[in-house]
């Protein structure tokens, strides 16, 4: 009675059809934001007639102080302007790694989930601690979406300063000597900002799966089970 019993019937039902999207869609959160890796770089003006590119490369999980731009090379020759390199700025690999953490761990929950509906309906429905246990979870798994989702929206658009035309500010050379620098933007961040959509649509997608959780639940009661005398008129 309590052995594998692989129906395929919950996966045309919303309990298993959500869960096979949310199993999808943490694929995408943490593959769009744990495999990037991008650049940024600035146009340096030693003379009017030359002019000097100095690149730094950043990756996930974003630890920008750790990414040195320049020293320029001497054989340039622009009188030793810029001869130590320059970090950018901000350290944002704790909420990196939270949202790519998290995702991953929703991945594999979605996983254990989804074999518990397929293989062993018959105990999930038979018993009444697994419906409420899957809905707390289920719940808990939502707001945890919103919080890191939120962290991590944050911690994009501040990559995005740190890494944009503000980034001349920070550059001693250019600060000292305004206009000798230019911001050389190509950077291309399209999968980071696909994966705070899909975070933001794990919000959803979970919230909206705890109603279908709920109702295995014995705190659902349906409107069927409401009394008939309720509403069959009275005898004369």
Known sequence: MSGFRLDLGPAKEPLGFIKVLEWIFSIFAFATCGGYSGKTSVIFNCHPDKNATVTGDFVYPFRLNKV???PLDPALKCNNTWNSPAYLVGDFSSSAQFFVAY????????????????GYM??????GKLPMIDFIITVVVSFLWLVCTSAWAKALVD??????????NEIEPCV??????????????????VSVVVGFFNVILWAGNAWFVYKETHLHKPSS????????????
């Not at 995702?103 to 397929?118: E, H, K, P, R, S």
């Open 68 to 70: 040195s731009l320049g």
């Open 103 to 118: 995702a991953v761990l929703v991945f594999l929950y979605c996983i254990a989930a989804i074999i518990l509906y397929l």
């Open 122 to 127: 018959h105990l999930y429905r038979g018993a």
């Open 159 to 168: 990559i995005k300063m740190s890494t944009g035309p503000k980034l001349i």
């Open 176 to 193: 000292k000597q305004p206009g000798i620098c230019q911001f050389n933007d190509i950077r291309h961040m399209g999968s980071l900002n």
């Open 225 to 236: 089970s409401a009394s008939p005398n309720a509403t069959s008129p009275s005898s004369p």
